[in-house]
């Protein structure tokens, strides 16, 4: 029997519930197990019961932004690939922020498989 790699465990924070559903949706249509979060707050909540191998977060949300979320992430494990959605032009993400990557919305189907590459490493 081959060795099969085990699933991409993805946190999609996110705060438009609609695209939260769509990227879950697509991502687990590849395989990953993926849990979903509405704002930091509730991701931080989630990540106690949860160990993704990639953090997938919206730049802009209310109260805590996408830097937050990825502080977070870093201060609980930094091996862990943090990719930063936005809708805005990607200027507006700080350089050198400390994201793995910076996506612009809207998401294809392919470059969310190509995210998933990363999950593999952490």
């Known amino acids: ?3 099969q790699d085990p699933p991409a465990r993805v946190l999609v924070v996110e705060d438009d519930v609609a695209a939260q559903e769509v990227f879950a949706d697509m991502l687990e249509e590849l395989g990953a197990v993926v849990v979903t979060a509405s704002s930091v707050s509730e991701a931080r909540s989630k990540l106690a019961g949860f160990v993704p191998t990639l953090v997938i977060t ?3 949300m209310p109260g805590e932004n996408g830097m937050a979320m990825r502080a977070e992430v870093m201060a609980w494990n930094a091996a862990v690939p943090v990719v930063v959605l936005t809708g805005a032009d990607d200027a507006k993400v700080p ?3 400390g994201f793995t990557r910076v996506v612009r919305k809207p998401v294809t189907l392919d470059a969310l498989r190509d995210l998933l590459t990363l999950a593999s490493g952490a």
Request: glycine letters at 12%.
């Open 1 to 3: 029997m081959p060795n």
């Open 58 to 60: 919206d730049f802009y």
């Open 95 to 97: 350089p050198g922020a």
